[in-house]
């Protein structure tokens, strides 16, 4: 039963509950654990140790090595690192492969490039289908004797469509180039083994999308891989990220990510079953109502729905009167009315992508409010279609 107060939360790919376990563990090492970790004494260095104790865990959740692990301060941070990494390696080299979907953490870095650098780089950023997904003929053609990295995230933020990047980055490492994935969206919720996708160089990913807190991301960069800091100071992360570490966030975050190689089952189990229901139930419902993203090639959280002629904005505040949290585009670039640039880059016409609301779930969310969701959508939508001209003169 859903209680006036309660506070429907479908709004996990902009940020994440942090789990109760996570804040237990993080609890000591505010108060009576406040060593660094840097220290040569034994009180540091029990600190020290539970880092280490968080990096092994990460390391499990990726299958990778503890020491392919940089503890970073956000996903934007690490994305920033690699990219940047591979440049300054390979100074020859002046091209870069993305896509036209990716966060502005990758887009917009790319697109400012030259003046950061002080080089002219050459930026493909590669269409997308009209379902979201990459054509990997079209990828391949891109790649050029000077591409000096590929930049693909592994699943999209707004749509939740996933990037076939293992073997996007097989084709890359055949070609000796190097790829970076910018995973936020897909760690915790879909299998990731970097033992397998061996042509993976780089991988962002940022605590806050996981259950952990925001203010915490990890680097991981294969064995091997060329590597310049982006941060540059102490020694910390044996010199590859300065900064006395955010001990209490990467703490939290081991844990999480502890959570997450346990909860991964009910993410594709579960959590799917429930975007399943809302989204099924939606698209049933209310009419002139459709999906963005491919119908399976897709995270099993995310539901981007556009409700046509209505506006995402106006949506949401209908939503907000019941306490129902939920998107339109992602949390950057909400707050303007430009359609969101995913949705743009996928063909989606203007009556459709300016009344998308993204729905995002977790393993937090439960059946009671799927249904209460599914109770209050259609009069939310009828209401403001009465109110639109859009929709009356369509
Ligand atoms: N990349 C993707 C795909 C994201 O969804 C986000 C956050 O929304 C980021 C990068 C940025 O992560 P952070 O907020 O930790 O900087």
């Known amino acids: 039963m859903i209680k006036s107060d309660d506070v429907i939360y479908m709004d996990n790919n902009a940020t994440t509950m942090v789990a109760p376990e996570v804040v237990e563990t993080m609890m000591p090492y505010f108060s009576e654990l406040y060593g660094n970790p840097s220290s040569m004494h034994t009180f540091g260095g029990q600190v020290g140790k539970e880092v ?152 962002s990913l940022s605590g806050h999308k996981l259950h952990a807190p925001k203010g915490v991301g990890v680097l991981y960069v294969r064995k091997g891989t060329p590597y310049a800091p982006f941060v540059i100071g102490g020694h910390q992360e044996h010199g590859r990220r300065g900064g006395t570490e955010n001990v209490t966030s990467i703490i939290g975050l081991g844990k999480a990510c502890e959570l997450a190689t346990r909860h991964i089952k009910k993410e594709n189990t579960t959590v799917r079953a429930l975007r399943d229901k809302l989204e099924n139930g939606l698209l049933k419902t209310i009419p002139n109502a459709i999906l963005n993203g491919h119908k399976t090639q897709r995270l099993p959280n995310t539901a981007n729905i556009s409700f046509e002629y209505v506006e995402g904005e106006a949506i949401l505040l209908h939503m907000d009167r019941f306490n129902i949290c939920a998107s339109s585009g992602s949390a950057c670039t909400s707050g303007s009315l430009e359609p969101s640039h995913v949705l743009r880059a996928m063909g989606v016409p203007f009556t459709a992508a300016h009344g998308s609301i993204r729905f995002s779930l977790s393993v937090y969310n439960n059946e009671d409010e799927i249904d209460f969701v599914l109770e209050k959508m259609p009069g939310i939508i009828a209401n403001l279609r009465e109110m639109s001209p859009f929709w009356h003169n369509r």
């Open 52 to 203: 280490a104790t968080a990096r092994q865990r990460v390391a499990e959740l990726l299958c990778a090595d503890p020491s392919e692990i940089i503890f970073t301060s956000c996903g934007t941070e690490s994305d920033s690192t690699a990219i940047l990494s591979a440049l300054q390696a390979q100074s020859d080299k002046r091209h870069i492969v993305t896509t036209r979907v990716e966060h502005p953490a990758v887009k917009n870095l790319c697109e400012s490039l030259d003046s950061l650098t002080g080089h002219k780089h050459r930026v493909t950023q590669l269409h997308v289908e009209s379902d979201g997904t990459i054509d990997l003929k079209r990828f391949e053609d891109s790649l050029q004797d000077d591409t000096a990295i590929v930049s693909v995230m592994w699943a999209n933020n707004e749509t939740g469509v996933i990037f076939p990047v293992e073997e996007m980055a097989e084709i890359a490492k055949s070609r000796g180039i190097l790829f970076h994935t910018d995973a936020v969206q897909a760690v915790g919720k879909i299998p990731i083994d970097l033992s397998k996708a061996t042509g993976i160089d780089f991988l």
